[in-house]
């Protein structure tokens, strides 16, 4: 499956995309890594999440990206489809929450502070640097899926360990976004229970699956008795 790719026009300062990217791929855990020998940032684990991919460029106000995931089987997997949706869906949250940031609009001042126009000047009659407010991107929502989902596979592992493990890993992927996060608390403790649900359900599929056998080949045994006992006439 081909990878996503993104165009965006923007029309921004190179600075301004630079800093929103940077604090992404920083929020987001990616490291500089390569993909067959091509460039390109990755974060994630080969466990729960999977690796996820990224690369991009900013040329004449346009924004190209491409993000992609490492299949099972160590091939490139776009985000769209049903293979690897549980992975897919947050990355692709991530991106477009991204693409918001990246199109706010920026105070004349900041731009013109940006594309190097003169401001207010200092006392060498040099142009003196202004901060800029800027909105960047926020994982706190992530944080608390990331609790939400955690509590819940730790409550239906009980019940039903498949849908307990489904909701872990939806969890555990929002809990590693929402580290970098001012709720990094909620976070840290969202994937604690996601860890735990998950090796709770594995224990208690395990355990039914035993008990499953020991029950038909008590069945059997007592069939296989009962067959005895006709053919002796009892």
């Known amino acids: ?69 490492k299949s099972t089987f160590g091939k490139e997997m776009g985000l769209d489809g049903f293979v690897g949706a549980l992975q897919k869906k947050p990355y692709r949250e991530g991106l477009e929450q991204l693409f918001h940031v990246l199109e706010q609009a920026i105070p004349e001042a900041g731009m013109n502070e940006m594309t190097g126009q003169q401001g207010m000047n200092g006392a060498n009659g040099q142009s003196k640097p202004q901060p800029v407010q800027v909105k960047t991107v926020d994982n706190s929502s992530a944080a608390t899926m990331a609790l939400v989902f955690g509590i819940l596979a730790f409550g239906i592992s009980f019940l039903s360990p498949l849908i307990s493990i489904i909701l872990a890993i ?48 008590i069945m059997r045994q007592v069939l296989r008795l009962l067959r005895n006992l006709r053919q002796c006439g009892i």
Request: glycine share 6%; with cysteine.
């Open 170 to 217: 939806l969890g555990y992927s929002r809990a590693r976004i929402g580290m970098q996060s001012a709720l990094k608390g909620r976070a840290k403790a969202g994937r604690n229970f996601c860890i735990v649900a998950i090796v709770l359900s594995i224990i208690l599929w395990m355990l039914r699956r035993n008990c499953l056998k020991f029950s038909v080949s």
């Open 1 to 69: 499956m081909a990878r996503y790719v993104k165009d965006l026009v923007l029309n921004k300062p190179e600075d301004f995309v630079t800093f929103i990217m940077n604090d992404y791929l920083q929020k987001n855990q990616f490291v500089v890594s390569e993909w067959k020998g091509e460039p390109a940032y990755r974060t994630g684990d080969a466990l729960i999440e999977g690796y996820k991919y990224l690369k991009w460029s900013y040329e004449n106000g346009t924004l190209h990206l491409e993000a992609w995931m």
